[in-house]
């Protein structure tokens, strides 16, 4: 009858709307789900070696020693391949000896570059590079006897990029530079250590200061 075929049609859009409903579901369901990281995944950004008291050594193509990097604490992760410094120091040795201290750090091993952070120091320092004093980086601080030109002289910024192999240390950070009585602050540092040049980008100020 036409009432029984009524409610069978009903029946069926209801079936239907149950089908696409419970479809909907699902589908949202997957969406929804969270991606859980693989295995590999997880252990590439873990790190592979951590450890105290970092000692790395850098030699140039003669075979001799350019760099120093000591560090209390170091940790590396594989998949940036880059290594985070706690208290890190360095010292270059290829002609004129530089002194670079600061609170944190990294070091990129893919592009040469080691960026520090907080509290830097840099100081040229001049010693004989054979001597154990000269790979002594412990014993040195920001008010040690430099070269003869600036016997006292001491840059101190908040962050510094150091490019290894051209030797450039830049910051686009407040500098301050003492030499004796004498201080200069300015915003910006390009620092060739090869050449033994700096130079203040702009805002440069001179003030002596009487101890």
């Not at 590999?40 to 140039?60: C, H, I, M, V, W």
């Not at 509290?119 to 004093?133: G, L, M, Q, R, T």
């Not at 686009?172 to 050449?195: A, F, H, P, Y």
Request: proline share 4%.
């Amino acid at each position: 009858t036409a009432c029984w075929r009524y409610l069978m049609r009903k029946r069926f859009w209801l079936l239907g709307l149950l089908i696409l409903l419970g479809v909907g579901i699902f589908m949202t369901d997957e969406y929804l789900q969270p991606v859980v990281p693989s295995a590999a995944t997880t252990a590439q950004r873990e790190p592979d070696y951590y450890g105290e008291g970092l000692t790395s050594k850098r030699f140039n193509q003669q075979g001799k020693l350019s760099q120093v990097i000591e560090a209390e604490k170091s940790t590396h992760y594989p998949d940036s391949d880059k290594t985070f410094f706690e208290k890190p120091k360095m010292i270059t040795l290829n002609g004129k000896q530089w002194q670079m201290t600061a609170a944190t750090g990294q070091l990129d091993q893919k592009n040469n570059l080691l960026m520090l952070d907080q509290d830097v120091w840099v100081i040229p320092y001049e010693k004989d590079a054979s001597s154990d004093n000269a790979l002594s980086i412990n014993n040195l601080t920001s008010d040690v006897i430099a070269n003869d030109e600036m016997p006292n002289m001491s840059i101190q910024t908040t962050s510094l990029t150091y490019q290894i192999e051209p030797q450039i240390a830049t910051t686009d950070d407040l500098v301050i530079i003492r030499n004796d009585n004498n201080v200069m602050r300015g915003t910006g540092m390009k620092l060739e250590i090869s050449k033994q040049r700096m130079q203040l980008n702009s805002g440069v100020t001179t003030r002596y200061e009487p101890q």
